[in-house]
């Protein structure tokens, strides 16, 4: 696991702060304004550098060389337009610059936060630095390491206490992101079902319930989903059952995760020139669930929270499931698999079936499900799916503060009928070839037996190539931050 650097506060004096580089923040045009002038003159730093391309815009940074004072150097950050200064733009330009000192300083302040001291913006900046300190390199002999380990926030002396309290929370958010960003880039070979597990007990608190049902309890209980899209592949299949319980809750919520730890399509299988190495990711939902509860008893968050964690992997192996089997899956719903390639909605049909008979106050389910929802809406967004203009203003408004993108697309009931089957309660697949991600939605409606429901498809978010402010390459740990804020009422 990573080690996040360490966050502070001061009030001292910039003279007074030994640390290796210090973040100056820009806005978009003020390097040829007073603004720059005015931010190199407070760092003591005279010349205004003219022949630079610099132009404060978001992310973009400028290095100088600060002789004769205790910093080594000063990082001018981007910060964009003022005039559309959000706390995602702080997320961002701070994800920026500290990735790009993150391997050469071992400590840093920035004045930051003096750009916009509210306690939002500075916990969103923090949320930005500390994810841009974060990469996935437990495999690799780095010569160039990640050295950083102290973030220093210069703030006003008034602000002082509520900076604590809102750097004490971005980094429990930050780092159940990192948890979730791990195991979606954790290699496919070293992290089947069973693997994590393993994972998951090392990483979850004590004070969290955890049950984890086999195989053969899988049978015992009807769990025929999970148990048909394991059939092609050596590893069995897991349910990590988690329950995280407050004292005198004020809700009762469930949250299902998709992780199938590896996505060949099974004997539906996906084109080999398709890039399939994502497909390390299809657990992705069910990371961000795990890494929820990782940071739950944490933030003493007052809901009491269910977890079904669907796990297993899709293989085209010599017992796999065929084009036209029928399967029972929990609750007795029969489904005729038209594309074993659609597996995600069987194992989620186990665990959201099970998850409503608990009877929640809501469910939400989060899932690398469709490769349509990154074609109709780009891959930077969630879409989401919810039969509860409740439920999903709330959600809405917890992605915007956390600057995880979410749009909201449609289950239209006119299309159902294109799940009908010939020969079972219903097809997995879908006839019509439209509207891919609605499908989806549409087919995991039927077993939430009409609880509040929202339904969140990462395919696209879930995974980026190249690292991209403050979200690095390959697992983003999206989603976390959404759903902590989502529970936590001082967030609402
Ligand atoms: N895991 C994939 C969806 C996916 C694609 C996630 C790209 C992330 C990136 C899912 O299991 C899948 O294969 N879905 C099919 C569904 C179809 C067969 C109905 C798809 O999207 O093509
Ligand atoms: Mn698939
Ligand atoms: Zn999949």
Request: a negative charge.
């Amino acid at each position: 696991m990573a080690n996040l650097p360490s966050l502070h506060v001061t009030t001292d004096a910039l003279s007074e702060l030994d640390v290796d580089a210090l973040l100056v923040p820009v806005f978009r045009g003020a390097i040829e304004g007073p603004g720059t002038e005015t931010a190199l003159r407070a760092v003591g730093l005279s010349d205004v550098p003219r022949d630079t391309s610099f132009r404060g815009k978001v992310g973009e940074l400028l290095h100088l060389a600060a002789p004769g004072q205790p910093w080594g150097r000063v990082t001018l950050v981007g910060l964009g337009r003022l005039d559309t200064l959000s706390d995602e733009q702080l997320r961002r330009a701070m994800g920026s610059a500290i990735r790009a000192v993150a391997t050469d300083a071992r400590t840093i302040a920035t004045t930051l936060a003096q750009t916009n001291p509210s306690g939002e913006a500075l916990r969103a900046a923090a949320e930005g630095a500390l994810l841009g300190a974060y990469r996935y390199d437990a495999h690799r002999t780095d010569p160039r390491p990640i050295r950083l380990t102290d973030i220093t926030f210069v703030v006003p002396s008034a602000a002082v206490a509520g900076a604590r309290e809102q750097l004490a929370r971005a980094r429990i958010h930050a780092r159940a992101q990192t948890v979730a960003a791990d195991l979606v880039s954790t290699p496919p070979n070293l992290l089947g079902p069973v693997e994590v597990v393993a994972t998951a007990r090392e990483l979850l608190p004590d004070d969290i319930e955890v049950d984890v049902w086999d195989e053969d309890r899988l049978a015992e209980e009807g769990c025929g989903g999970l148990l048909a899209v394991a059939c092609g592949s050596a590893r069995p299949p897991r349910l990590l059952r988690l329950l995280y319980r407050p004292p005198d809750p004020v809700a009762r919520v469930s949250i299902v995760g998709k992780g199938i730890t590896f996505d060949t399509g099974g004997i539906s299988l996906k084109r080999p020139s398709s890039a399939m190495n994502e497909m390390k990711g299809d657990m992705g939902g069910a990371a961000v669930v795990i890494a929820l509860f990782t940071a739950l008893a944490e933030l003493q968050i007052p809901v009491e929270v269910h977890g079904e964690v669907c796990l297993a992997e899709n293989m085209p192996g010599a017992d796999a499931q065929r084009p036209s089997d029928v399967i029972t899956v929990r609750g007795g719903t029969t489904v005729e698999v038209m594309n074993t390639d659609a597996e995600g909605r069987l194992v989620l049909a186990d665990g959201l079936a099970l998850a409503a008979e608990e009877a929640p106050d809501a469910i939400v389910d989060i899932a690398t499900l469709t490769g349509a929802a990154p074609r109709a809406i780009g891959k930077r967004a969630t879409a989401i799916f919810s039969n509860d203009d409740d439920l999903l203003r709330q959600l809405l408004a917890a992605s915007h503060s956390a600057g995880e993108p979410m749009w909201h697309l449609p289950l239209w009931d006119d299309l159902r009928e294109n799940l009908d089957s010939d020969v079972a309660d219903i097809e997995n697949l879908g006839r019509g070839d439209e509207a891919g991600a609605t499908m989806g939605g549409l087919f995991l409606r039927e077993f939430i037996d009409g609880l509040p429901w929202a339904h969140l498809d990462i395919a696209g978010p879930f995974w980026q190539d190249t690292a991209r402010y403050h979200l690095p390459c390959h697992g983003t740990g999206v989603g976390v931050r959404t759903l902590l804020r989502w529970l936590d009422p001082r967030d609402g």
